[in-house]
C-alpha cells in the first residue's frame, strides 16, 4: 500500500507570491491533518480535516487555509508568503480523528 | 496548555549501546506516539503506545500514563538510528498532536 504522498517535495517562492501544497493520504484514510516545522523546532500543527469538514485549527493567521476533498486528498494554501513561512510542511493521514498517524515526507517551502 | 518534554535533549553514542529516551507531559492522554524524524525531514512510526509496553525488533516502550511519562529504550544502537526522536500526543479532547522538545541522537561507528 502507498504511504502518504506530498507534493511537491521542494518548493521555492517570493515574498507575496501565494502556495499551495498536496497531500493524498493511506487509502482508506478520512483524516488529514497538516504541521509546519521550521528548522530545529517539532512540528506545530496548522489544521485537522476529517470526512471534508474542518476539525481543528492552531494558532495560524488567516493567510493559512485548506481543504479536504471528496476523494479525501488534501490542499494547504498559504497567501501573502513570509520570510517566516519557510518550513518543512507535513501532512499527516489517520483513518479517524483520534488515532494513529501516518505522516508524508514533507514539501519543503522556501520563501525568498 | 499541555506541556511535553523530552530528555535528554542530545544523544551521542557508540555503535551498539544502550539508550533510553523520556517523555514528560503534564497532562492525561488517551494516544502518544513515537517518532523518529531521519536527515530527510522524514517522521517515521515508532510506536502507537497510549499506556503499556510495546517492542518492536531492538526497539521497545513503555507509557505509564498515570504517571504522566513514556519510555523509548533502543538497544544495540547503529548508526542509521541517528535522527531526532519526538514523542507526541493529542490533549484531551483535541485532534492535534503536540510534539515533544525532542531528542537528537548521534550514533558513531
Known amino acids: 500500500d502507498a504511504g502518504v504522498t506530498q507534493s511537491p517535495t521542494h518548493l521555492i517562492k517570493t515574498r507575496g507570491q501565494q502556495v499551495t501544497l498536496r497531500c493524498s493520504p493511506i487509502s482508506g484514510h478520512k483524516s488529514v491533518s497538516w504541521y509546519q516545522q521550521v528548522l530545529g523546532q517539532g512540528p506545530q500543527f496548522i489544521f485537522q480535516?476529517?470526512?471534508?469538514?474542518?476539525?481543528g485549527r492552531g494558532n495560524f493567521p488567516d493567510r493559512f487555509s485548506a481543504r479536504q476533498f471528496p476523494n479525501y486528498s488534501s490542499e494547504l494554501n498559504v497567501n501573502a508568503l513570509l520570510l517566516g513561512d519557510s518550513a518543512l510542511y507535513l501532512c499527516?493521514?489517520?483513518?479517524?480523528?483520534?488515532?494513529?498517524?501516518?505522516f508524508g515526507q514533507g514539501t519543503r517551502l522556501t520563501v525568498v | 496548555g499541555i506541556q511535553v518534554e523530552q530528555s535528554p535533549p542530545d544523544l551521542i553514542l557508540q555503535e551498539g549501546a544502550n539508550s533510553t529516551l523520556r517523555c514528560n507531559f503534564s497532562d492525561s492522554v488517551n494516544n502518544l506516539q513515537w517518532f523518529h524524524q531521519n536527515p530527510w525531514g522524514q517522521l517515521i512510526n515508532l510506536f502507537y503506545i497510549p499506556s503499556g509496553t510495546k517492542q518492536n525488533g531492538r526497539l521497545s516502550a513503555t507509557t505509564v500514563a498515570t504517571e504522566r511519562y513514556s519510555l523509548l529504550y533502543i538497544s544495540s544502537s547503529q548508526t542509521t538510528d541517528s535522527g531526532v526522536y519526538f514523542c507526541?500526543?493529542?490533549?484531551?479532547?483535541?485532534?492535534?498532536?503536540?510534539f515533544g522538545t525532542g531528542t537528537r541522537l548521534k550514533v558513531l561507528a
Open positions: 480535516y476529517y470526512e471534508k469538514e474542518e476539525r
Open positions: 507526541a500526543l493529542p490533549p484531551p479532547g483535541t485532534y492535534k498532536y503536540i
Open positions: 499527516a493521514s489517520s483513518p479517524g480523528t483520534y488515532t494513529e498517524a501516518f
